[in-house]
């Protein structure tokens, strides 16, 4: 990127090196490091548990499961200053499996924590049930399992959080190696949210852990480099970048060395008007007040290969085959040949998206949840999660989304959305082992103490995940007519006018008449002279 | 009254021709550019043709600044006085005469070379019809000075459609103004002035003398 690089050149670009010199460090280079962990004594012996681990580690860091504590990995619990809404894992429903509440052991896999199996209580009180090495494994070898409420497998039993056949955790080897979290510990959670890769977010996939430069051009790894924690700087265990009060708009800039440790925005390294002063490049700086960096610069997400979940239709879960048996069929190929599922008897119908357009909003970067305790209209598409903005108020600016559809379960009688029991091999309640939806919401909202009429039915809903990871290198940014245009992206968004968008309008309408008049009268003005011959007389 | 004696004048000086030719080449560029970004063709990109427009637009205002320069210093602004003084004659002659085969009812002076309709004309495309476009184009281009004010996009809207009628009217000046080169003379010979900077013009006696004592460049020596 030519403004980039120009704009970076000086003092910037050494800033910019020296902010992603931790990361380079410590992927494959933990030496680097003042310590050498598997110098340390109490490292060195076998572990028999994942809280036995922690409780070495806090044996020095004495803070850290404090730290831990204090933060959203921590909590799954988020009150949001704006909106006054209680939200995080534990409280809110999403458009894919729902809610954690009743499922404890499959969702809380992936807490920063060992043994949280009850979401009416908070996470467990101790502070070796902080999970150091989730994070902080530099091994490559330490996971946890897919329904152990977040232990890591000690035999090869069973499946890990990202789907793979678990192994024996060599506890030891993963204490010893410790560092700086690298994209594994990140990606190893964040890139399978939804329950595969790349379900969830759409921009967050394994395509992150080497991603060519053309698929995330600050990760990939024959170029900058970064690792999450690049970008998504922390302070005492808090990291910033929060789903749920976003940053929309980073009017702080880039600030000076040593300032700003507490966003994850474009803005914090790039400033806020990044391109050069160019003819062009000064009119894209006009554009930052109203569109985010990430509606140009990322053309479309679920890009390097793996496809991202764009639709769930929860209401034809349930079929079964002649002998009872659970059906699947798996119709989406992706890119790589690997086909994926279109219907589980346990989930329904999917539908499957690669490089994917994103769906605009204006975003004040405010979203409002539709708790279990919201009243629906099920005549309508319910937002799961409604992005808050509008044009003109002066704050909001035009991001992309992907636009996760689905067909959810609520209370037909209240008009809630419901919480449902899915995961429970052995209870007789739980949907994935019983296939009756009657009881599995009951299960569900008995588990999160919600009132329920018993009478459920579907209704379509849609979620908002912003996309803000995969950057694409500066000349795959959108071009101008993208948006400017009538059938561009941005046609369906409303309230403001837009040059090269809006059709005709009253000035054009009526320079077009004094035009098409001037042709015509200037065409019947020749069309007499040619009548009457009249060569038009010369001056003398 | 003396005879008259035709001579061929210089009646547009170099800087007038440059002023004129880049002029048009600028207003076809804008024109072509203009209608593009309305949707109206689609022969070049939104994002180029941006560039373009705002380019054109910015070097025909710096070309806008030398010419009022100009006409300012050389006094060349008394070409463009208004005047009654057949006008009517004129207006007539293009609406009912023409078709009779009469004769132009002005006698073209090198001290005035449009005829009073045209002096009009060109007044008003310079008065109204050039700042109207320049005016709305710069606060068009400068939309980020003054978004902050109340109902901005709204306005955005109002300018970009005055903008859009201007240009629009400048457009119908150009056609009237090309086909009116049709008229009298033929073509070639209306536009042959404007690229030699020579006109044939009738001359008192007493205006050649001046002409030829104090002035001898804008005569063409005549052929013996």
Known sequence: ?540 | MSELHERKVKVYPRFERFWHWSQMALIFVLLFTGLGLNGLHGLIPFGPAVMIHTLAALALILLWVFAIFWHLTTGTWVHYVPTTEGLFKVARFYAYGIFKGEHHPYRKAYWRKHNPLQALTYLALKLILFPAIWVTGLVYLGYNFWESAPDSSLWLQVVANLHILVAYAIAAFVVAHVYLLTVGHSFREHVRPMITGFDTVALTPEEEAYLEQDEPARLKPERS
Request: hydrophobic share 35%; charged share 20%; aromatic share 8%.
């Open chain 1, 1 to 540: 990127m030519p403004a980039l690089s120009s704009r970076l050149a000086g003092a910037s670009l050494a800033a910019l090196f020296a902010c992603a010199a931790p990361g380079l460090a410590q992927e494959g280079a933990a030496g680097k490091s003042t310590a050498d962990h598997s110098k340390f004594e109490i490292l060195q012996k076998e572990f028999s548990s994942g809280p036995a681990v922690t409780e070495a580690c806090l044996s020095c860091h004495t803070e850290a499961a404090d730290q831990v504590k204090h933060s959203v990995h921590w909590q799954w619990e988020f009150d949001n200053p704006e909106t006054g809404q209680t939200l995080g894992k534990r409280h809110v429903i999403n458009a894919f499996c729902g809610n954690v509440v009743g499922n404890e052991a499959r969702c809380t896999s992936c807490h920063t924590g060992y043994g949280w199996d009850d979401m009416s209580s908070p996470p467990p009180q101790q502070s070796s049930a902080v999970d150091c090495l989730v994070c902080h494994d530099n091994s490559g070898q330490y996971t946890k399992l897919a329904t152990g409420a977040g232990h890591p497998p000690l035999e090869a039993k069973g499946k890990t959080i990202t789907g793979a056949d678990a192994w024996a955790v060599d506890l030891k080897k993963a204490a010893q190696s410790v560092g700086l979290p690298g994209r594994e510990n990140c990606g190893g959670c964040h890139f399978y949210g939804g329950g595969g890769d790349n379900v969830k977010h759409g921009d967050l996939s394994s395509a992150l852990y080497e991603p060519t430069r053309d698929v995330d051009v600050h990760m990939a790894a024959d170029g900058l480099n970064f690792t999450c924690e690049t970008c998504h700087v922390s302070d005492e265990h808090v990291f910033a970048g929060s789903r749920y009060n976003v940053t929309a708009h980073d009017t702080g800039g880039t600030g000076l060395p040593g300032m700003r440790r507490d966003v994850a925005t474009c803005e914090s390294c790039h400033g806020d008007s990044p391109h050069p002063v160019t003819i062009k490049g000064v009119k894209l700086n006009d554009h930052t007040d109203k569109v985010a960096c990430q509606t140009c610069h990322i053309p479309s997400f679920a890009r390097g290969g793996v496809a991202t979940k764009t639709f769930w239709d929860w209401s034809t879960a349930g079929k079964l085959d002649e002998n009872g048996k659970p059906i699947s069929e798996e119709e989406f190929v992706q890119s790589d040949g690997k086909h994926l599922h279109t219907y589980l008897s346990t989930k329904g119908h999917f539908e499957w998206g690669e490089d994917v357009e994103p769906h605009y909003a204006w975003f004040n970067g405010q979203v409002e949840y539709t708790t279990a305790d919201r009243t629906i209209d099920p005549s309508q598409v319910v937002e799961v999660n409604r992005i808050g903005g509008a044009p003109g108020d002066g704050v909001s600016r035009i991001w992309p989304f992907k636009r996760m559809e689905g067909r959810q379960a609520y209370d037909t009688e209240l008009n809630h959305l419901v919480y449902n029991h899915v995961w429970g091999p052995a209870t007789d309640t739980a949907f994935w082992t019983n296939f009756d939806w009657a009881r599995s919401i009951e299960a569900g909202m008995k588990a999160a103490g919600a009132e329920y009429s018993g009478h459920f039915g579907f209704v379509d809903t849609y979620m908002y995940w912003p996309i803000t990871h995969m950057v694409a290198p500066s000349g795959d940014a959108l071009d101008c007519e993208e948006c400017h245009a009538r059938d561009g992206r941005l046609a369906n968004l409303a309230g403001f006018y837009m040059p090269g968008r809006e059709a005709m309008g009253p000035g054009g309408m009526l320079g077009l008449l004094i035009l098409a008049a001037s042709i015509l009268g200037v065409a019947g003005h020749a069309a007499i002279r040619l009548f009457t011959r009249g060569k038009g007389g010369s001056h003398e």
